[in-house]
């Protein structure tokens, strides 16, 4: 069970690998999923139950302000616990969820501070023209907020499932309502610092044109973006032919165009 666990720890830091190793999609649950069942001894069932959780966590990707639910942790613990309680892929969508979706919080309470200290240092050796010194903690900061994850990960992974549920059902109320409002602020706050790069005399009203466009018309995001890339097209069109209108203008007038 000791070197289990230390498999999943490892494994938790290969997945938080994902930015440093470029991107490489290795956080999606399509592949933890045939890892950890690999180290559970199941690795076929650990594909199934992977599949399962990809279908559930297939929009979960950070986009602008949005914060996914935390797919490391809740495609790992999901199906550990599921493969050793000998149960369904439906067993670990069941358990994932509420685990990534706990995790997020955890993340965004505990590891944005822990990473936004750690930046100060970065900021020291910058300073300093600590060249060595700075490329290490450039690494280093990409895991440093994780560091909640490499704790709660292979300590719920050796305690069981059912000690992770008595300990999620022992969270006092104003803690989880805290955690709710944190939950929906960071985004919000995300959100607006974006706003406040990007938004001008010229991207302002189609921003409120599909604001409107949800909130009152009942259009979805899909919809919207389908309105939105018609729109594009129409504007394209239309500068194309007033551009090739001036063109022929311009060539109409010949030599008059001196005087």
Do not use: W
């Amino acid at each position: 069970m000791v070197f289990k666990t230390f498999l999943v720890l490892l494994l938790a830091i290969f997945a938080r690998s994902e930015y440093f190793l470029g991107t490489c999609l290795i956080i999606r649950p399509i592949v933890l999923g045939t890892l950890t069942g690999l180290i559970m001894g199941d690795m076929q069932t650990g594909i199934i139950m992977g599949a399962t959780l990809e279908l559930a966590f297939i929009g979960a990707v950070s986009i602008g302000a949005y914060i996914p639910p935390d797919t490391v942790s809740g495609t790992i613990l999901g199906v550990a616990f599921a493969i050793q309680a000998g149960a369904g892929p439906e067993a670990a969508l069941t358990l994932g969820i509420p685990i990534a979706t706990i995790m997020l919080a955890v993340n965004t309470i505990v590891g944005t501070p822990i990473s936004l200290a750690y930046a100060h240092s970065c900021d020291r050796r910058a300073e300093k023209a600590d060249y060595k010194g700075l490329g290490r903690d450039m690494v280093l900061s990409g895991y440093v907020s994780c560091i909640p994850q490499f704790i709660i990960i292979p300590a719920a992974f050796y305690f069981g499932s059912d000690a992770v549920t008595r300990m999620l059902g022992n969270i006092p109320p104003f803690i989880q309502t805290g955690m709710e409002i944190a939950g929906g602020l960071i985004p919000a706050l995300g959100f607006a610092m974006l706003a406040q790069m990007i938004m001008n005399k010229k991207v302002a009203p189609y921003f409120f044109l599909g604001y409107f466009l949800i909130q009152y018309l009942g259009i979805g995001t899909t919809g919207v973006a389908i309105f939105a890339g018609i729109l594009v097209a129409i504007m394209l069109v239309a500068g194309e032919t007033k551009k090739q209108a001036a063109q022929v203008s311009g060539e109409a007038g010949g030599g008059f165009d001196e005087f």
